[in-house]
T-cell receptor, first 113, second 115 residues
Framework: ETGVTQSPTHLIKTRGQQVTLRCSSQ?????VSWYQQALGQGPQFIFQ???????GRGNFPPRFSGLQFPNYSSELNVNALELDDSALYLC????????????FGPGTRLTVT | AQSVTQLGSHVSVSEGALVLLRCNYS??????LFWYVQYPNQGLQLLLK??????LVKGINGFEAEFKKSETSFHLTKPSAHMSDAAEYFC?????????????FGKGTKLSVIP
């Protein structure tokens, strides 16, 4: 059984640019959630996708957007990058059920200069 | 709204000593509670979860946690610390009012194990 994978591992972008991060969910999971983890902080919920539809969103501006594909993989897109967007971006896959654990990928480290 | 407070951003224990990491939650409905561990430059690994069954939950690597509703706590313990336990630990609560079951994390507790 393949776990959650994310690409790329590291990324350096310039302020104002756009970035796309990718995530492949664990086999059998239909839900993908994205989290932002700033240095020294706990992860913060960005949004969740279930069956290709956004199924919940945290306190992030519209320049954070996403997609989920029919195979349940997902993308996180961030437009107009700001210095504060520098963080570890974590993807988690799960089944959409109460108490269902979320399985995390290794993350993408984004640095905005 | 739900929230998690982890008391102590940094905890140091001697190898072989008891590990106690504290977590208090706030939730307007019965919560689902989780503990995750994060090693340097890695993602999060699930240690254990509480979903309203037994109040004492056993997880991986010898960790366990007890749900105490009266104290709104879900503290993580391990009887004997090992060097490999050195990592950052996150408590999280999940409950949905709209079907998303998003996780709300605490700020984390970094555990150091002294040989």
């Amino acid at each position: 059984e393949t776990g959650v994978t994310q690409s790329p591992t590291h990324l350096i972008k310039t302020r104002g640019q756009q970035v796309t991060l990718r995530c492949s969910s664990q086999s059998g999971h239909n839900t993908v959630s994205w989290y932002q983890q700033a240095l020294g902080q706990g992860p913060q919920f960005i949004f969740q996708y279930y069956r290709e539809e956004e199924n919940g969103r945290g306190n992030f501006p519209p320049r954070f957007s996403g997609l989920q594909f029919p195979n349940y993989s997902s993308e996180l897109n961030v437009n107009a990058l700001e210095l504060d967007d520098s963080a570890l971006y974590l993807c988690a896959s799960s089944s959409l059920a109460g108490g269902s654990e979320q399985y995390f990928g290794p993350g993408t480290r984004l640095t905005v200069t | 709204a739900q929230s998690v407070t982890q008391l102590g951003s940094h905890v140091s224990v001697s190898e072989g000593a008891l590990v106690l990491l504290r977590c208090n939650y706030s939730s307007s409905v019965p919560p689902y509670l989780f503990w995750y561990v994060q090693y340097p430059n890695q993602g999060l690994q699930l240690l254990l979860k509480y979903t309203s069954a037994a109040t004492l939950v056993k997880g991986i690597n010898g960790f366990e946690a007890e749900f105490k509703k009266s104290e709104t706590s879900f503290h993580l313990t391990k009887p004997s610390a090992h060097m490999s336990d050195a990592a950052e630990y996150f408590c999280a609560v999940s409950r949905s009012g709209a079907g998303s079951y998003q996780l709300t994390f605490g700020k984390g507790t970094k555990l150091s194990v002294i040989p």
